[in-house]
């Protein structure tokens, strides 16, 4: 049973950075990826992009490039999402999940219990 | 950049009625596309991966049918815990890019 968990609540001022990160245990990884998801208040949900540990590749959406960075420290199984110069609009839950150990489709089939980031001067 | 829209926006039924739940990709994704449902103050849960596979310990009555660029979700009978937001999500390119539909909140009548 694979298990993240997440750091806790931010709040942070316009222009600022934040850090989330995600412990993982149990379960394998193989060619799956831990990725960061983000939902705003009341609305969808958004990939910002994912890292596949085996192979140490990142990617990011293209809403984030420049802004965010997706790192792990496979020494202790931590991921860690740094988003920078935070704006009112990046309020939001952040998740961090497992996806691509079923099928093809990258799906996300383990979700972390979320962290709440608050931009907000 | 491959655009997955939901369709109803809203769906408002009753328990023991069959739910239909259309997803529509702007480009072909194969059977790349998994389905997932949100209840409120919860993280998402994976219902269905790879257009109709069902995930280990997920209900009979929810299935996924399509390929290429349409989609369903089926609840076949609602039961009251079915009532809630439903995601669906594909992937492209390698390493892999994910994009999330809408969404689809299925309400009581």
């Known amino acids: 049973q694979v298990h993240l968990v997440q750091s806790g609540a931010e709040v942070k001022k316009p222009g600022s950075s934040v850090t989330v990160s995600c412990r993982a245990s149990g379960g394998t990884f193989s060619t799956s990826a831990i990725c960061w998801v983000r939902q705003a208040p009341g609305l969808g949900l958004e990939w910002m992009g994912g890292i596949i540990p085996v192979f140490g590749t990142t990617n990011y959406a293209q809403n984030f490039q420049g802004r965010v960075t997706i790192t792990a420290d496979e020494s202790t199984g931590t991921f860690y999402l740094d988003l920078k110069s935070l704006r009112s609009e990046d309020t939001a839950v952040y998740y961090c999940?497992?996806?691509?150990?079923?099928?093809?489709?990258?799906?996300?089939?383990?979700w972390g219990q979320g962290t709440l980031v608050t931009v907000s001067s | 950049e491959v655009v997955l829209t939901q369709s109803p926006a809203t769906l408002s039924l009753s328990p023991g009625e069959r739910a239909t739940l259309s997803c529509r990709a702007s480009q072909s994704v194969s059977t790349f596309l998994g389905w997932y449902q949100q209840k409120p103050g919860q993280a998402p849960r994976l219902l269905i991966y790879d257009a109709s596979n069902r995930v280990s310990g997920i209900p009979a009555r929810f299935s996924g049918s399509g390929s290429g660029t349409d989609f369903t979700l089926t609840i076949s009978s609602l039961e009251p815990d079915d009532f809630a937001i439903y995601y669906c999500?594909?992937?492209?390119?390698?390493?892999?890019?994910?994009?999330f539909g809408g969404g689809t909140k299925v309400e009581f009548k």
């Open positions: 999940v497992r996806a691509g150990e079923l099928g093809s489709a990258y799906s996300a089939d383990y």
């Open positions: 999500q594909q992937r492209t390119n390698w390493p892999p890019e994910l994009t």
